[in-house]
């Protein structure tokens, strides 16, 4: 059975971006393999230094994986800092990480153009996001396209590890779904926290109607034709509508007669049903934040049973051990 394992950041509320991108993804796959999921707080620390909002990204994130669907007893879940190995791991990766490799990175460059610090910590990510994977042994790393160069240094430096001391971490391979690769956000950009442009998962009904009728749309005339293929409420659309639905609205599309009005509402109470029963489940988990606590206990053990196994044939393979 393949090891298949991704992480999330809990640096703001979780949207639909990251829900058909990465987390439907990982729920689906607890079916068909060894899961390991987890929130990567230390990640977040790269560009959240705000403790109360850590805190609670932290448990909300949990909250919302679980809410949606997630098994801790089908899976291994937890929170990344409970694990202190992985910076262990990290410092030693980063010995063999060329400087080159990391210097190549878009997203430092991207992530530092938007106004986030630039610290050693965000210019070291993706050598903690390498520690992530490898710690696991993991063979499939199922991610949204923008993370598709942190897959890549992962591997990079699976590589030169394993060439430098020997046979020690599987490579990993990405799976990113090119259906779902990037879901637009309300002004057509890329959906993501750091835009201000997203859809949040877990809104309450006046908020998401809100944020639904601010979609941009362009100003064709309903009676007009339009191209569905360029339209961002027609690839949300898309997420949520019935096939005979979303084939009529296409055709309206073509031949005239798509008003984005309509469609926004529609939009809206289709996203308001589809997430209404895990709404009301993240809203009992976060009324007990220490039994989500102690679930999160239990996942960070499962996953230390793994990790202290790599890293001990780590430490022996390059010499740490006397
Ligand atoms: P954000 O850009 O909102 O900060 P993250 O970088 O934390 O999101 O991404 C978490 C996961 O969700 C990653 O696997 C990422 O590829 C995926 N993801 C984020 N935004 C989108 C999007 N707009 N479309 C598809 N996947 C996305
Ligand atoms: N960098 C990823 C993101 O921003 C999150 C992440 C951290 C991750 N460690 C990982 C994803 C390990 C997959 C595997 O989305």
Same mark, same amino acid.
């Given at each position: 059975m393949? @090891?298949?394992?991704?992480?999330?950041?809990?640096?703001?509320?979780?949207?639909?971006?990251?829900?058909?991108?990465?987390?439907?993804?990982?729920?689906?796959?607890?079916?068909?393999?060894?899961?390991?999921?987890?929130i990567?707080?230390?990640?977040?620390l790269?560009?959240?230094?705000?403790?109360?909002?850590?805190?609670?990204?932290?448990?909300?994130?949990?909250?919302?994986?679980?809410?949606?669907?997630?098994?801790?007893d089908?899976?291994?879940?937890?929170?990344?800092?409970?694990?202190? #190995?992985?910076?262990?791991?990290t410092?030693i990766?980063?010995?063999v /990480?060329?400087?080159?490799?990391?210097?190549?990175?878009?997203?430092?460059?991207?992530k /530092?153009a938007?106004?986030? &610090?630039?610290?050693?910590?965000?210019? &070291?990510?993706?050598?903690?996001?390498?520690?992530?994977?490898?710690?696991?042994?993991?063979?499939?790393?199922?991610?949204?396209?923008?993370?598709?160069?942190?897959? +890549?240094?992962? @591997?990079?430096?699976?590589?030169?590890?394993?060439?430098?001391?020997? #046979?020690?971490?599987?490579?990993?391979?990405? &799976?990113?779904?090119?259906?779902?690769?990037?879901? *637009?956000g309300?002004?057509?950009?890329?959906?993501?926290?750091?835009?201000?442009?997203?859809?949040?998962?877990f809104?309450?009904?006046?908020?998401?109607?809100?944020?639904?009728?601010?979609?941009?749309?362009?100003?064709? *005339?309903?009676?007009?034709?339009?191209?569905p293929?360029?339209?961002?409420?027609?690839?949300?659309?898309?997420?949520?509508? +019935? *096939?005979? @639905?979303?084939? +009529?609205?296409r055709?309206?599309?073509?031949?005239?007669?798509? &008003?984005?009005?309509?469609?926004?509402?529609?939009?809206?109470?289709?996203?308001r049903d589809?997430?209404?029963?895990?709404?009301d489940?993240?809203?009992?988990l976060?009324?007990?934040?220490?039994?989500?606590?102690?679930i999160?206990?239990?996942?960070a053990?499962?996953?230390?049973?793994k990790?202290?196994?790599?890293?001990?044939?780590?430490?022996?393979?390059?010499?740490?051990?006397y």
């Amino acid at each position: 059975m393949k @090891r298949v394992l991704s992480g999330i950041q809990p640096s703001g509320k979780l949207h639909i971006g990251n829900y058909f991108g990465m987390m439907k993804t990982m729920i689906e796959y607890m079916e068909q393999s060894d899961l390991y999921v987890f929130i990567v707080d230390l990640h977040a620390l790269t560009s959240v230094h705000d403790r109360n909002r850590l805190r609670t990204g932290t448990l909300e994130a949990a909250s919302d994986f679980l809410a949606l669907g997630l098994d801790p007893d089908r899976c291994t879940f937890w929170v990344q800092s409970d694990l202190p #190995e992985v910076c262990e791991l990290t410092w030693i990766l980063s010995t063999v /990480t060329p400087m080159g490799l990391l210097e190549r990175c878009h997203s430092y460059k991207d992530k /530092t153009a938007k106004g986030i &610090a630039p610290s050693h910590g965000l210019f &070291a990510y993706p050598v903690l996001m390498a520690a992530d994977i490898l710690l696991f042994q993991a063979d499939l790393v199922p991610v949204g396209k923008d993370q598709k160069q942190h897959l +890549e240094v992962a @591997r990079d430096i699976a590589i030169k590890f394993n060439n430098t001391f020997g #046979e020690t971490f599987v490579v990993p391979e990405p &799976a990113i779904d090119e259906n779902t690769a990037i879901i *637009p956000g309300i002004d057509g950009q890329k959906m993501s926290k750091s835009y201000g442009n997203t859809i949040p998962i877990f809104l309450d009904d006046k908020s998401l109607r809100k944020v639904v009728m601010s979609i941009k749309t362009d100003s064709t *005339p309903v009676e007009e034709p339009k191209n569905p293929d360029t339209c961002n409420l027609y690839a949300l659309l898309k997420l949520f509508m +019935e *096939p005979h @639905r979303l084939a +009529e609205v296409r055709n309206l599309y073509i031949n005239g007669g798509a &008003a984005y009005g309509h469609l926004k509402q529609e939009l809206f109470e289709l996203i308001r049903d589809y997430f209404a029963p895990a709404r009301d489940r993240k809203k009992e988990l976060l009324a007990n934040p220490d039994y989500l606590r102690d679930i999160l206990a239990g996942g960070a053990e499962k996953a230390r049973g793994k990790a202290i196994v790599t890293l001990d044939q780590v430490r022996d393979r390059v010499g740490l051990k006397y």
